[in-house]
């Protein structure tokens, strides 16, 4: 048989020499391109995937959940808790020679906040953040905020990463231009070709954190590869293809019909990209008929399957969902199940329809948002369909692609105005592990996320969450934050799915939670 | 001839501008809000509109309308929302990997077509006949994925000679330029190839049976010589027609190629942008190609003269 390149291995032989490529590469296909470069201005997963490759975090969060020191050395609580001083590890420097000093962080910390949920309950708890020198970050705080630490480490988007003085000034609205930070890889700025292709070199001048924690980004960061190269390759059967065939080492996302394929393969691995799960939700609009009334929302529980959501996203193969999930991602501290008896047990079409007569619809509109060009929410929006049908109400289907959606779910307006009812959505799961990160649980009315509800007692136990300091405490206000939930339904919780990645079998020790490209290596 | 030349440029004026008052109208129609996209999933309202101000989505028509008009005069066509990259900065990228593919695929039909198209009519009704037409009807039916698909399994999946995706610069080398594009180029070929095959076809069957066709073959004129050098003569401006008409259809089939073989050209440009809501990239690329369509009319019409002398401007 003719071997590859040896079709053109004539011609080839006369064309000029590639460059030499260091000897450990990676090359990767992301789950979508990146196009902008600043993790702070868009909250996409790949912007933050890049973040953690660019930047580093004060703090970072271990296979358990637990934050742990990254850039800190560590940090001080005086005066009842309202003034906190993080001390920044010394010898850290950016990748431009220049070294990382408190100021950076403290610049860094006020873009974030002012983009981040946390952030902005941090900045309703702030007084005054200030560098006390080079390498102490003082926040005086009004009162104790027990979430502080926790804020500055989670990996929730968009992540508290430490950009210098230079680029955090940069207005949280307008994106920053450069990806010059202290973490791992430097990114190569004359290479990147937006839609197409994207490249870091290991940067030699790393300081990993002495501390042995291991997991999602806690640790020491140890990289394996001297460049990692994005290659976009919007589509799955080429991405896969292009893995089958040895292009590419590893395909971070793909539909179940291809995994199917690849699983196949035996030089291939496929695994859940993650053990949390992606959390789906069934959005409605508070603000209008029918959903205003609790009780008609409260009738679609009788028959909301989580199982038929999930599944039509990754497939019957149990491992790759979760049901009877509720509303924090299971398998994190405050997951728990108080009050999700409705949500589980037989299900109901029949007992769905007298709860909505009982309840007072009267064949007002549903008009239902979904997706096509999205295979979580596409594939969720046909369910919903299927579901809303069964229950004989008077459904308007209104599908298009995300960017239409996105702009269609901002109107407050009735279906008559072009208003929308329901519509189905998945987030990260690092989005709902708990209050200050999860917007999807907001209920303050008109300034919450589209769907705007309004439940003063939810808003109540939010912010009550973020004065305590224990654990257990937290655990237990998450309890009262479900029962009131499921009482008043903000969302209906669809279930959790787990996204299938594919590589290489030679590459080992991935760390599990998105595109993580520490700690993985060939063998 | 060059007042005509300058004539036909200068009309592409008003053309262009009713072009650029279509898409930038439209565009201000449709649905999609960038800002939206950009805050993400989990925003509150007022984080959408602080971003929408910033990238003063919030703007009258009319001011967006002037000031992105004035810049296009300047040579201007605006920045990228998502990437902040200038417009012309993000199409000088994409033009070679689409200019190749088309040229290769221009090449490849028009090689393979008109010979077809050609030897199709010299053997009408016989099973040459039949078997180009056949071949005809399934470059048209068939999708140019489906046809990007199969090229791909057997070509580089099955008998590993030729990559899967991506594109190699033309300074990299001739070969690995090449090997990138040939399933491409094939993929897209088709259906130009079908196009070309099928009016190429008929158009020679008519000229076939002019007077003076028969004239040469009494004469003792070879039939070589007849085919190509009288019949097809004769024939060029209805297929050269066609070929210009096509490009249309080989800008629409390049979008496809590109995403299924992974080509960073214009193409998969226009398609991302798209579905970002990224207007100044989808204005530009398609003031891009309206431009370019009109410039290859006006070369059609040039060549013309070239192939039938009665013809003057």
Request: with cysteine; net charge negative; charged share 10%.
């Given at each position: 048989m003719i071997a590859r390149r040896s079709i053109f291995a004539a011609g080839a032989a006369l064309a000029l020499p590639a460059a030499a490529q260091p000897a450990r590469v990676m090359k990767f296909v992301p789950q979508t391109d990146l196009t902008t470069l600043d993790p702070i201005w868009t909250i996409s997963n790949v912007a933050r995937n890049h973040g953690y490759m660019v930047w580093d975090t004060l703090y970072g969060t271990d296979a358990q959940y637990r934050i742990r020191p990254q850039m800190a050395e560590g940090h001080t609580e005086e005066d009842d808790g309202r003034r906190v001083t993080v001390t920044l590890r010394a010898g850290l420097k950016f990748h431009d020679g220049e070294a990382v000093r408190a100021q950076d962080a403290v610049a860094s910390i006020k873009r974030w906040a002012r983009r981040s949920p946390t952030g902005q309950v941090l900045l309703g708890y702030l007084e005054e953040i200030s560098a006390a020198d080079d390498r102490r970050i003082v926040f005086r705080l009004k009162r104790r905020f027990p979430q502080l630490i926790g804020a500055l480490g989670l990996p929730s988007s968009p992540v508290c990463f430490i950009m210098s003085e230079r680029l955090a000034n940069t207005d949280p609205f307008q994106p920053v231009r450069e990806a010059v930070g202290s973490g791992p890889f430097k990114f190569m700025h004359g290479e990147h070709r937006s839609g197409s292709f994207a490249a870091w070199e290991r940067y030699p001048g790393y300081s990993p954190t002495p501390d042995n924690a291991t997991g999602l980004t806690a640790g020491p960061?140890?990289?394996?590869?001297?460049?990692?190269?994005?290659?976009?390759?919007?589509?799955?059967?080429?991405?896969?293809?292009?893995?089958m065939s040895g292009e590419i080492d590893w395909f971070e996302q793909m539909p179940p019909e291809v995994s199917t394929l690849l699983e196949r393969q035996r030089q291939l691995v496929v695994d859940v990209m993650d053990t949390l799960v992606f959390p789906c939700s069934m959005r409605m609009n508070h603000l209008q008929p029918p959903f205003d009334n609790p009780a008609i929302r409260r009738a679609l529980l009788h028959a909301v399957n989580q199982e038929d959501f999930v599944t039509a996203?990754?497939?019957?193969?149990?491992?790759?969902?979760?049901?009877?999930?509720?509303?924090?991602?299971?398998?994190?501290?405050?997951?728990?199940?108080?009050?999700?008896?409705p949500l589980k047990g037989p299900r109901s079409i029949e007992a769905s329809k007298r709860a909505l007569r009982d309840a007072g619809y009267n064949g007002e509109p549903i008009r239902l948002l979904g997706t096509t060009d999205i295979i979580s929410t596409s594939a969720m929006a046909q369910v919903a369909i299927d579901f809303f049908r069964k229950l004989d109400v008077n459904l308007d289907i209104a599908l298009s692609d995300w960017g239409a959606l996105v702009q269609r779910r901002n109107n407050r307006g009735p279906v008559a105005q072009g208003g929308w009812s329901?519509?189905?959505?998945?987030?990260?799961?690092?989005?709902?592990?708990?209050?200050?990160?999860?917007n999807s649980l907001r209920s303050d009315g008109q300034a919450a996320t589209p769907g705007w509800p309004s439940i003063p007692a939810l808003e109540a136990l939010r912010m009550q969450f973020f004065d305590v300091p224990e654990l257990s405490q937290q655990q237990a206000i998450a309890r009262d934050i479900q029962r009131v939930a499921m009482q008043e339904l903000p969302y209906i919780p669809l279930g959790g799915y787990r996204s299938l990645t594919a590589h290489k079998r030679s590459l080992v020790d991935r760390v599990k939670g998105f595109a993580i490209f520490w700690g993985i290596k060939r063998t | 001839m060059f007042a005509y030349i300058i004539r036909r440029i200068l009309a592409t004026i008003p053309v262009m501008a009713v072009v650029a008052l279509f898409v930038f109208s439209l565009l201000y129609i449709a649905p999609g809000d960038p800002a939206a996209v950009i805050a993400g999933d989990q925003a509150t309202p007022a984080d959408v509109e602080r971003i929408r101000q910033s990238l003063g989505l919030d703007r009258p028509y009319l001011v967006r309308f002037g000031e992105w008009v004035w810049n296009i005069l300047n040579g201007d066509m605006g920045v990228s929302i998502f990437t902040n990259l200038p417009v012309t900065t993000m199409i000088?990228?994409?033009?070679?990997?689409?200019?190749?593919?088309?040229?290769?695929?221009?090449?490849?039909?028009?090689?393979?077509?008109?010979?077809?198209?050609?030897?199709?009519?010299?053997k009408h009704g016989t099973w040459i006949d039949r078997c180009v037409m056949g071949f005809a009807v399934l470059g048209f039916s068939v999708p140019v994925f489906v046809v990007g698909y199969v090229l791909a399994y057997i070509f580089a999946l099955e008998l590993d000679w030729l990559p899967v995706q991506g594109y190699t610069a033309f300074k990299e080398g001739f070969f690995p330029w090449l090997e990138n594009l040939v399933l491409p180029a094939i993929a897209l070929g088709g259906v130009y190839i079908a196009l070309i095959a099928r009016i190429t076809r008929a158009t020679m069957l008519e000229v076939l049976q002019q007077d003076y066709i028969r004239t040469a073959r009494a004469k003792g004129v070879g039939q070589r010589s007849i085919l190509f050098l009288h019949a097809l003569k004769n024939?060029?401006?209805?297929?050269?027609?066609?070929?210009?008409?096509?490009?249309?259809?080989?800008i629409g089939g390049a979008v496809v190629t590109e995403s299924v073989f992974a080509i960073p050209g214009l193409g998969r440009l226009t398609v991302d942008a798209i579905l970002r809501r990224d207007y100044p990239v989808i204005q530009g690329v398609v003031l891009l190609f309206s431009f370019v369509y009109v410039l290859v009319n006006l070369l059609i019409d040039l060549l013309y003269t070239l192939f039938d002398p009665r013809i003057r401007y």
């Open positions: 960061k140890v990289v394996h590869f001297d460049r990692v190269e994005w290659h976009t390759i919007p589509d799955a059967a080429t991405a896969s293809a292009a893995l996203i990754v497939g019957p193969t149990p491992a790759r969902f979760e049901t009877g999930v509720g509303f924090f991602t299971p398998g994190t501290p405050l997951a728990n199940d108080e009050a999700l008896g329901v519509s189905c959505f998945a987030n990260s799961g690092m989005d709902f592990v708990n209050p200050g990160t999860h | 000088k990228q994409r033009v070679e990997p689409t200019l190749s593919l088309m040229v290769l695929t221009l090449i490849l039909a028009v090689s393979i077509a008109v010979p077809m198209g050609v030897v199709a009519a010299w024939a060029a401006v209805p297929i050269v027609t066609v070929i210009g008409i096509g490009m249309a259809l080989l």
